[in-house]
Antibody
Framework: EMQLVESGGGLVKPGGSLRLSCAASGFTFSNVWMSWVRQAPGKGLEWVGR??????????DYAAPVKGRFTISRDDSKNTLYLQINSLKTEDTGVYYC????????????????WGKGTTVTVSS | SYELTQPPSVSVSPGQTARITCSGD??????VYWYHQKSGQAPVLVIYEDIKRPSGIPERFSGSSLGTMATLTISEAQVEDEADYYC???????????FGGGTKLTVL
């Protein structure tokens, strides 16, 4: 069974930092582009950024609101995706999901659309 | 930055057809993906590549796309279809992905 499990969320003061993790299983993680998506309380889904597979350069793209503060990385040896969040703001509060990213894939496999259950980040003094 | 625009809410009676639209300048060139999300749960893919339906999604869910507008249609909507629905796509370069603002579907 393909699975993604996020961890690392918690309560952080404004200006602080946090690293979220996403453990993948049930598929060949190294071949897959991955994205982070967040959802503020009572709000819609917001794409945060993605990382390509190493074979396609391993480069990253970020949404404008988070560029410069968020860093996405991956450790294919551990089948794990990371999201480093620095200079946290209250508006970063929300649930953070990791998901597979096939939007630019030459072939889209619907069964490879996998989401974790999310991890909650609360930024408050 | 690129945006996808959805109506905030759509309301229908059970058995009626619900249509949720999503507009964006890059849609003539980029596929749209539709998700539904029930409270506290992760999103679930209901339509991919504009018109395709994943296995396990009821046939009453269908998608279409023409020009800068994509539409999710739920025929004979049921109470259990009540959820928030999001369209998802990329800008013309493919570098920036974006969700629509979401549409709350009420079936009552």
């Amino acid at each position: 069974e393909m699975q993604l499990v996020e961890s690392g969320g918690g309560l952080v003061k404004p200006g602080g930092s946090l690293r979220l993790s996403c453990a993948a299983s049930g598929f060949t993680f190294s071949n897959v582009w991955m994205s982070w998506v967040r959802q503020a309380p009572g709000k819609g889904l917001e794409w945060v950024g993605r990382i390509k597979s190493k074979t396609e350069g391993g480069t990253t793209d970020y949404a404008a609101p988070v560029k410069g503060r968020f860093t996405i990385s991956r450790d294919d040896s551990k089948n794990t995706l990371y999201l480093q969040i620095n200079s946290l703001k209250t508006e970063d509060t929300g649930v953070y999901y990791c998901t597979t990213d096939q939007l630019n894939a030459p072939v889209y496999y619907y069964y490879m659309d996998v989401w974790g259950k999310g991890t909650t980040v609360t930024v408050s003094s | 930055s690129y945006e996808l625009t959805q109506p905030p809410s759509v309301s229908v009676s059970p058995g009626q057809t619900a249509r949720i639209t999503c507009s964006g300048d890059a849609l003539p060139k980029k596929y749209v993906y539709w998700y539904h999300q029930k409270s506290g749960q992760a999103p679930v893919l209901v339509i991919y590549e504009d018109i395709k339906r994943p296995s396990g999604i009821p046939e009453r869910f269908s998608g279409s796309s023409l020009g800068t507008m994509a539409t999710l249609t739920i025929s004979e909507a049921q109470v259990e279809d009540e959820a928030d629905y999001y369209c998802y796509s990329t800008d013309s370069s493919g570098d920036q992905s974006v969700f629509g603002g979401g549409t709350k579907l009420t079936v009552l």
